[in-house]
């Protein structure tokens, strides 16, 4: 006998792709997935580097932490119908000839009515030129993420920090409505544990579906061409050294030896034992407790220089230092901040990329 419980759990871990009588169904989470990751899901080939149970961990808590996003919207005043979990609803659409997208959406709902920050969404959603109506429902895709991904996002906005996201949202709107209507992503920052949201406008959702349609039309033409054969495989979307290959589970299949291409690149460099490690780690540890004890009477001393201005009620003053006589004096810092929520909205991803750009570097934490 079949429980609900068993039918909510084949909904949520349905393979990322799969033949189907018409062709090639590919699970809409998995819209951004390679497409020759998808090809060995669908071929049901072994899984060679199994996903680590800590992934698995925090795959789970991100999941299980999606209804207390749906509560924080519904604090703020937004309507969010969530989806049942027992028994989600499935809708599934057609991206290209022989290929569907199938998946569950988180919620659906409406957005606050009242004035102030909820207009000012209102108007986003509902400006002039939308073609989302007031009293349309719309698709509210509900995600959780560290907080360097969670920055990222509300920096770069959906459409470039997580394209699959955006897309994803816009396959359940028009499954559910026919229509791709604005969406909305809503985001919780693991670690500060905060919400956010980002309105996508129907015309930029609607692109978003679009390019992943075309990136896995390639797929159902490969199927068309060689059937459901194990072994023509479509081209490689990644490189071993891409996240994406790193954690793909057929990575020691597709490439073998891959996954030690990443550790080559530190074997370069002398080894360095494990004793040697722990040494420079008690040395950092040495060096942060020294330079929070200075910046401690750092703090101190500044303090005690500013309460001295201000007995003698001036901004600035000249004081004999150790060396040189120094300026003593107050000095105003002003910080400029960019709504990105709003910048977002406003902006195509296009003119974002001119405007917003990104440098990434790298560093060791200890933590
Ligand atoms: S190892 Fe990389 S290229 Fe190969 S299937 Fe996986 S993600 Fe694609």
Redesign the pocket.
Known sequence: MTTTADASREAFNRPAARFTAGGLDIRASALGQ?R??LW?TATEQPVTNPTPPESLTLLEAGNALEPVVVRAMRRAGWSVTPADRDEPMSVTVEAAPGLTVTGHPDATGRPPTKGGAAAAVEQFLFGEEATTHETDEIVIEVKTRGPEAFKRWQTLGGERSHPESVAQAACYSLGLYGECRDVVIATLDTGSRTWDHEVIPAKRAERAWRNASERLEGLAEHHALHGSDPVTLPE?????S?W??QR?P??NL??PG?AGEAEDDAELHEPVSDETARAALREYEQAQGRIKSLEADKRGALKTLQHWLQRRGVEKARLDGSAKTRTVGMVQSRRYSVDHTRLNALLEPEQRAEIVTEQVSEYLRVS
């Open positions: 390679c020759r990751a060995y490689r979307d990644f490189t071993a891409d994406q290959c793909c057929y990575l597709c490439q891959g």
